[in-house]
């Protein structure tokens, strides 16, 4: 087989899934309730965050909270301060690429 095969969890519950962590990106797959979210972090690379489902919420550097529902794609620069936060009562659900992979 040539293709290399990954698998995502389909959950409603609070996941941050590890897909591809290679040297070329990195994958994750993430599901947040209402009042879940990520620490508050620098991005620490290029990222694309996709939202599969729900409204996310997010905090760029020192600017107010933005919200992006369901098939929105943003692109974050590297050394990004982010507040990545669910505050809808609907599940948010992410894939978030970092490429290039973080070193």
Do not use: C, W
Request: hydrophobic share 35%; proline share 4%; net charge negative.
């Amino acid at each position: 087989m040539v293709e290399k095969v990954y698998k995502m969890s389909r959950s409603d519950s609070k996941i941050v899934e590890k897909i591809i962590m290679d040297e070329n990106i990195h994958y994750i797959h993430m599901i947040f309730n209402e009042g879940e979210g990520l620490p508050e972090h620098l991005s620490n690379s290029n990222v694309y965050m996709t939202v599969l489902r729900g409204t996310l919420s997010i905090g760029l550097n020192e600017h107010e909270i933005h919200e992006y529902k369901q098939d929105s794609i943003l692109n974050i620069p590297v050394n990004t301060k982010m507040n990545v936060s669910n505050k809808h009562q609907d599940i948010l659900e992410l894939i978030v690429i970092k490429a290039p992979s973080p070193k």
